[in-house]
């Protein structure tokens, strides 16, 4: 190679770090593995070695990724916030135990090891017991201050209590920072993502980005419903005399212990690289069965001083050594690009691949985004691709291997028509989305009448999918309104349908009237429009006659609500087709506004369970909480949380506990499941008292 072409080769290869670094730190949405982008990082640090001429400052293998965000106030750190070397190849856990045995000039060196977890560094301070600031890493040297939303973390205490006896006890500093991780747990992230899909949302890439994500949301109270976690690794003190003996890092890890912060339970040591081997086996296997993601392992020389006489490189600190677990991917091929049109007439591009073994489960499909995100991949129908499990989760094509082409790849091209109803489609760059507009389009009245029955909204018991496509199918129903119409005997004269059947949907449309007002505003299906969101409008307008008079300007001045959801509120609310959608379900009974349902339904005198008081506990078979809770008060019953002498009844499922055990105790009457549904069903009202 010439010099030139080394000289164009570093500087691509910085140009396109740079653009990986913005997308990870400030959009939270990388589009390259972290072990593609290492790769590249590796190559360039491998031409600066080699060519010291072409080496600069402000490359970024010098300069730390920036996360920062000018919406945060910027804050410096108090000690530079270096993030370690990164490793997948076991030869180089080999080559760092020799480097340091070497440099230290000793054998007998202490390792630890640890998770590495796949979260968002920040370093939290402590003053007095107290939690003042909190500062995402920045560019290592200052970082964007959080605090607000730092203090939504439960296990982060607003302020430590000195009773606690492990607090401040000799070694602990007062006035201290703290570094750790903050994640947010799989299960939490499965959640938020249920949520996101009932609210018409993309889901969230991955656990990681939604952190980073979250730790940037301006409002503080969407934080703490996002419900992170963190684990701590790291103390400082923050006043020199003040400093503690911390001897190791075991020492230290004990500490933030006794201050009462979290951190993780997994910490080992080891002496040698082959015992560093066995402790990362040890935890790539325990990582199947964690609520969060690790992504490798962080391994640390123990002692302190040691420590502190190997230094660190403006970068990296010398003493450790980041190992990362290869990330979960499969080739396979991709035969065929299907597309879908969701409720909102939204088309999306999705892959059918080959099935393919990854990371535990089999993937056949994948999602594409949009069209943009095609382009720019260049992805083709018969190309051989790599799919990856974006953070383990949601499986992505991440590439595809171009030099396995055989000439009969062929793109798809964003659709000119809808490809269910054939209307043309229109641009929408706002979301680099293209949508079916024809209100009448099957695949948009079908998700229309999905999320109208919906749990969240309307929430009608006995109307699965696929009832709805067959609905549509014979014509029975266009809109959410019709499905009033529907008359019990045509019902149960249908294919697969029966007497039960029918009374089970005219029950659940019945009951589907006096669902919360939110879950009516909710169930209207208005784009862009989410539960909370439904909730926030619920509580500010009483009724949709005053909602439709809300201007963008009045919306957007709401909680939560910004000006592009504002103006897709009023957008959809004065179309025509919507007045028509709304007069009709007014006329059904479905009322649009803030009425007294909700109270007659919670203490009514009607029903088979009319001023009772019920306790739910353990698990039901067919039934959620939530389910038997509309079901309790639907048939005129209270829900309580406790047993006492005034519960009437005690409905027990799998697993009950304490609460069955006071049941017998006061004499309250137990049902199981049968005996229950028996009692709430209409018509069978006697049931319970025999
Ligand atoms: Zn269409």
Same mark, same amino acid.
């Given at each position: 190679?010439?010099?030139?072409?080394?000289?164009?080769?570093?500087?691509?290869?910085?140009?396109?770090?740079?653009?990986?670094?913005?997308?990870y730190?400030?959009?939270?949405?990388?589009?390259i593995?972290?072990?593609?982008?290492? !790769?590249?990082?590796?190559?360039?640090?491998?031409?600066?070695?080699?060519?010291?001429?072409?080496?600069?400052?402000?490359?970024?293998?010098?300069?730390?990724?920036?996360?920062?965000?000018?919406?945060?106030p910027s804050?410096?750190?108090?000690?530079?916030?270096?993030?370690?070397?990164?490793?997948?190849?076991?030869?180089?856990v080999?080559?760092?135990?020799?480097?340091?045995?070497?440099?230290l000039?000793?054998?007998?060196?202490?390792?630890t090891?640890?998770?590495?977890?796949?979260?968002?560094?920040?370093?939290?301070?402590? @003053?007095?017991?107290?939690?003042?600031?909190?500062?995402?890493?920045g560019?290592?040297r200052?970082?964007?201050?959080v605090?607000?939303?730092?203090?939504?973390?439960?296990?982060?205490p607003a302020?430590?209590?000195?009773?606690?006896?492990?607090?401040?006890?000799?070694?602990?500093?007062?006035?201290f920072?703290v570094?750790?991780? !903050?994640?947010l747990?799989?299960? @939490?992230?499965?959640?938020?993502?249920?949520?996101?899909?009932?609210?018409?949302?993309?889901?969230?890439?991955n656990?990681?980005?939604a952190?980073?994500?979250t730790?940037?949301?301006?409002?503080?109270?969407?934080v703490a419903r996002?419900?992170l976690?963190?684990?701590?690794?790291?103390?400082?003190?923050?006043?020199?005399?003040?400093?503690?003996?911390?001897?190791?890092?075991?020492v230290?890890?004990?500490v933030?212990?006794?201050?009462?912060l979290p951190?993780?339970?997994?910490?080992?040591?080891?002496?040698d690289? &082959?015992?560093?081997?066995?402790?990362?086996?040890?935890?790539a296997?325990?990582?199947?069965?964690?609520?969060?993601?690790?992504?490798?392992?962080v391994?640390?020389?123990?002692?302190?001083a040691?420590?502190?006489?190997?230094?660190?490189?403006?970068?990296?600190?010398?003493?450790?050594?980041?190992?990362?677990f290869?990330a979960a991917?499969?080739?396979?091929?991709?035969?065929?690009?299907?597309?879908?049109?969701?409720r909102?007439?939204?088309?999306t591009?999705?892959?059918?691949?080959e099935?393919?073994?990854?990371?535990?489960?089999?993937?056949? @499909?994948a999602t594409?985004?949009?069209?943009?995100?095609?382009?720019?991949?260049?992805?083709? $129908?018969g190309?051989?691709?790599?799919?990856v499990?974006?953070?383990?989760? $949601?499986?992505?094509?991440?590439?595809v291997?171009?030099?396995?082409?055989?000439?009969?790849?062929?793109?798809?091209?964003?659709?000119?028509?809808?490809?269910?109803?054939?209307?043309?489609?229109q641009?929408?760059?706002?979301?680099?989305?293209?949508?079916?507009?024809?209100?009448?389009?099957?695949?948009? *009245?079908?998700?229309?009448?999905?999320?109208?029955?919906? @749990?969240d909204?309307?929430?009608?018991?006995g109307?699965?999918?696929?009832?709805?496509?067959?609905?549509?199918?014979?014509?029975?129903?266009v809109t959410?309104?019709?499905l009033?119409?529907?008359?019990?005997?045509?019902? !149960?004269v249908?294919?697969?349908?029966?007497?039960?059947?029918?009374?089970?949907?005219?029950?659940?449309?019945?009951?589907?009237?006096?669902?919360p007002?939110?879950?009516?505003?909710f169930? *209207?299906?208005i784009p862009?429009?989410?539960?909370?969101?439904?909730?926030t *409008?619920?509580?500010?307008?009483?009724?949709?006659d005053?909602?439709?008079?809300?201007?963008?300007?009045?919306?957007?001045?709401?909680p939560? $609500?910004?000006?592009?959801?504002?103006?897709?509120?009023?957008?959809?609310?004065?179309?025509?087709?919507?007045? &028509?959608?709304?007069?009709?379900?007014?006329?059904?009974?479905?009322?649009?506004e803030?009425?007294?349902?909700?109270?007659?339904?919670?203490?009514?005198?009607s029903?088979?369970?009319?001023?009772?008081?019920?306790?739910?506990?353990g698990?039901?078979?067919?039934?959620?909480?939530?389910?038997?809770?509309?079901?309790?008060r639907?048939?005129?019953?209270?829900?309580a949380?406790?047993?006492?002498g005034?519960?009437?009844?005690v409905?027990?499922?799998g697993?009950?506990?304490?609460?069955?055990?006071?049941a017998?105790?006061w004499?309250?009457?137990?049902l199981?499941?049968?005996?229950?549904?028996?009692?709430v069903?209409?018509?069978?009202?006697?049931?319970?008292?025999d």
């Amino acid at each position: 190679m010439t010099d030139e072409s080394i000289r164009v080769e570093i500087d691509h290869l910085r140009r396109e770090i740079e653009r990986h670094n913005d997308l990870y730190y400030k959009h939270a949405s990388p589009v390259i593995s972290d072990q593609e982008y290492d !790769a590249l990082e590796r190559r360039l640090r491998a031409l600066e070695a080699e060519y010291p001429e072409l080496a600069a400052a402000d490359s970024p293998t010098v300069c730390v990724g920036a996360d920062s965000d000018s919406r945060f106030p910027s804050r410096p750190h108090s000690h530079p916030m270096l993030s370690l070397a990164n490793s997948y190849d076991p030869l180089e856990v080999t080559a760092f135990v020799k480097r340091l045995r070497r440099d230290l000039g000793r054998e007998d060196l202490v390792f630890t090891v640890e998770p590495k977890i796949d979260g968002v560094a920040l370093a939290v301070r402590y @003053r007095d017991g107290l939690l003042t600031t909190a500062l995402t890493r920045g560019d290592g040297r200052s970082g964007d201050d959080v605090s607000d939303n730092a203090r939504t973390i439960t296990e982060l205490p607003a302020r430590l209590d000195d009773s606690w006896p492990g607090v401040f006890p000799g070694e602990a500093p007062r006035s201290f920072e703290v570094r750790g991780e !903050a994640y947010l747990r799989l299960t @939490r992230f499965g959640q938020l993502n249920r949520m996101r899909a009932a609210e018409g949302l993309e889901p969230m890439a991955n656990p990681r980005n939604a952190t980073a994500g979250t730790l940037k949301t301006l409002d503080s109270r969407e934080v703490a419903r996002r419900g992170l976690s963190v684990f701590c690794y790291q103390l400082f003190s923050l006043e020199p005399e003040d400093a503690p003996d911390l001897s190791s890092h075991q020492v230290e890890m004990e500490v933030i212990r006794s201050l009462g912060l979290p951190t993780n339970p997994f910490l080992r040591t080891a002496t040698d690289p &082959e015992e560093i081997m066995a402790r990362l086996d040890e935890l790539a296997v325990l990582r199947q069965g964690l609520d969060y993601q690790i992504d490798g392992a962080v391994i640390k020389l123990d002692d302190r001083a040691q420590q502190v006489s190997l230094g660190a490189t403006a970068k990296s600190p010398r003493w450790g050594l980041a190992f990362k677990f290869p990330a979960a991917e499969a080739v396979t091929r991709l035969l065929d690009i299907t597309v879908q049109v969701g409720r909102t007439g939204v088309i999306t591009p999705v892959a059918e691949l080959e099935p393919v073994g990854l990371a535990g489960s089999t993937v056949s @499909r994948a999602t594409l985004h949009n069209w943009d995100e095609m382009a720019r991949k260049d992805i083709r $129908i018969g190309d051989t691709v790599v799919v990856v499990k974006g953070g383990d989760i $949601i499986p992505k094509i991440l590439r595809v291997l171009t030099d396995r082409r055989e000439g009969g790849e062929y793109a798809l091209d964003q659709p000119v028509d809808c490809p269910v109803c054939g209307t043309p489609v229109q641009s929408d760059p706002e979301q680099v989305a293209v949508r079916c507009v024809n209100p009448l389009c099957p695949a948009v *009245l079908a998700g229309r009448l999905r999320h109208f029955a919906g @749990r969240d909204a309307a929430d009608i018991d006995g109307l699965g999918g696929k009832w709805v496509d067959s609905f549509l199918e014979l014509g029975l129903i266009v809109t959410p309104d019709d499905l009033f119409n529907l008359e019990r005997d045509q019902l !149960a004269v249908l294919p697969g349908w029966g007497e039960k059947s029918a009374d089970r949907l005219m029950t659940g449309l019945a009951r589907a009237k006096s669902r919360p007002w939110s879950a009516r505003i909710f169930s *209207l299906g208005i784009p862009q429009v989410g539960v909370t969101t439904a909730r926030t *409008l619920a509580g500010r307008f009483d009724s949709i006659d005053a909602l439709c008079g809300a201007t963008a300007e009045d919306l957007a001045d709401l909680p939560d $609500i910004g000006p592009i959801v504002a103006a897709s509120i009023v957008e959809f609310l004065s179309h025509a087709s919507t007045s &028509e959608f709304i007069n009709n379900l007014k006329k059904s009974g479905f009322l649009l506004e803030k009425e007294e349902i909700e109270e007659v339904d919670d203490g009514g005198l009607s029903g088979p369970m009319a001023g009772k008081t019920v306790v739910l506990t353990g698990t039901l078979d067919n039934l959620t909480r939530d389910q038997a809770k509309a079901l309790i008060r639907a048939a005129g019953g209270k829900v309580a949380g406790s047993v006492s002498g005034r519960t009437d009844y005690v409905v027990a499922g799998g697993k009950a506990g304490s609460k069955l055990e006071k049941a017998l105790q006061w004499g309250v009457e137990v049902l199981d499941e049968s005996g229950f549904l028996a009692l709430v069903q209409p018509g069978d009202g006697n049931h319970g008292n025999d």
